[in-house]
């Protein structure tokens, strides 16, 4: 199925080219524009530094998106949710490798990436289709998890390409589904390709989700007992109903003491999904069945620290290190040790909608702010104990829609 919509996708995205016209303004390259709309500015919580809460600025002339590839559509944003790497982003995190993904050949001035929108979720409509896109129509509603070197959600309008979006389930609202994309891809990353489970081969695998009650956790045990597996989380004492809700089989408190102890006592594990990190790694790879293709797939990696630190080439070459070394001492005791990223992806979203419109995975909405509350909704998220996710609406929804 999803190899199916991957190939119809490409398909409807490599039908045509259209050549773009690169013309120079200053020190500023773009794409000349190919977008019908006549617009050129629109309201958008941007920052123009890196810092703490007080970078955060609203704007009502942040430059309107435009379409410079043929493959792009215009969404405009209805609801837009919270991450921790927003939190992280405002303050810098990951500037590098990121700066290298939006201008590759170095041609820019550094700090060119501001004023910059965070949000990395977004559930709205589509305004404007480009030149190739087939499988999309304006007025579509979509969903779709942002890559964080792309303009964000906390926006009345975003741009996006079409493998990147995917129409969002019927059965949720705006505000709902913008709870989902980029914890559902992260987690469908993870689970998926880095750790290879799938709906089909998923019936009684035990799994161990290492932080339950936040916004990939939350998504990821659904999913798990959608497809038949064996979940048991990790999580705070008061959140133990919450996961249990969501339908985790087995639940541990970590904070009633070395978690890994009640945690070693049971059978052990086929996969063991680490949204916590840190000390966690010291003893979760001994959970596993070792000779058995057990897996570890930890979400906390060094990876843009070490970028952001030493630099793309020598930061690179660290994670590579860091990485290979700690597969290959883990290899040899019969466990495989992996690190899952985030990965924006239309399919993905494609497969997740059919569940969730299913009824097999709910939203978990614990928050709601207004467009104009963006800061707040940074300060719940900075508190730290999410039990599910902090979601902005952007535009009231719409009967006519
Ligand atoms: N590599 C990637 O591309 C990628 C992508 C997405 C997310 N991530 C990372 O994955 C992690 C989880 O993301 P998220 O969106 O789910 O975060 P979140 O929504 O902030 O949730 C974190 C949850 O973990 C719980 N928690 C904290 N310490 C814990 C511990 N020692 N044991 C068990 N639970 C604990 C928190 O509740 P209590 O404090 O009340 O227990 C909270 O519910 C974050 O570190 C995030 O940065 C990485």
């Not at 559930?123 to 779709?144: H, N, P, Q, T």
């Not at 939350?218 to 996961?243: D, P, Y």
Request: proline share 4%; hydrophobic share 40%.
């Amino acid at each position: 199925m999803i190899r199916h919509l991957v190939y119809s996708r490409w398909l409807f995205h490599h039908s045509k080219s259209v050549n773009t016209l690169v013309c120079l303004h200053g020190r500023q390259t773009r794409l000349l524009s190919t977008s019908k709309s006549s617009r050129n500015i629109m309201p958008a919580w941007v920052i123009d530094k890196y810092g703490g809460d007080d970078v955060l600025r609203f704007t009502k002339n942040a430059s309107f998106p435009i379409i410079t590839y043929p493959n792009e559509v215009i969404v405009q944003v209805h609801a837009a949710a919270l991450n921790p790497i927003d939190v992280s982003m405002r303050g810098g995190y990951g500037a590098s490798t990121l700066s290298m993904k939006r201008d590759p050949l170095n041609i820019k001035q550094s700090g060119t990436e501001f004023p910059l929108i965070l949000g990395r979720d977004v559930s709205g409509v589509i305004m404007e289709c480009g030149l190739d896109v087939k499988y999309f129509r304006e007025r579509d509603e979509v969903w779709a998890a942002i890559p964080p070197w792309k303009q964000g959600s906390f926006a009345e309008f975003v741009v996006l390409s079409a493998n990147e979006i995917s129409h969002k389930p019927k059965s949720l609202s705006h505000i709902e589904a913008a709870a989902f994309p980029y914890v559902a891809t992260t987690a469908w990353s993870a689970l998926v390709n880095t750790g290879g489970l799938s709906k089909d081969n998923c019936a009684k695998k035990r799994i161990l989700i290492l932080g339950g009650s936040g916004g990939v956790g939350t998504f990821a045990i659904q999913m798990l007992k959608a497809w038949g597996a064996h979940v048991t989380v990790t999580c705070s004492q008061n959140a133990e109903r919450f996961v249990r809700d969501l339908g985790a089989d087995h639940v541990v408190d970590y904070t009633a003491g070395p978690v890994e102890e009640p945690l070693s006592v049971l059978e052990k594990f086929d996969l063991i999904l680490d949204n916590v990190g840190g000390e966690t790694e010291r003893w979760a790879l001994n959970l596993l069945k070792p000779w058995s293709g057990a897996k570890y797939v930890t979400l906390v990696t060094p990876f843009l620290q070490n970028t952001d630190s030493l630099g793309i080439a020598d930061g690179m070459m660290q994670s590579a290190c860091t990485m290979a070394t700690k597969a290959l001492k883990h290899l040899i005791k019969g466990v495989h040790y992996r690190w899952g990223f985030f990965a924006p992806s239309g399919p993905a979203l494609d497969d997740v909608r059919d569940i969730v419109d299913a009824g097999q995975i709910r939203a978990v909405v614990e928050e709601t702010f207004s467009f104009s509350q963006v800061p707040q909704a940074f300060e719940k998220l900075e508190k730290g104990h999410a039990r599910g996710k902090t979601v902005v609406q952007i535009i009231e929804e719409r009967a006519d829609l």
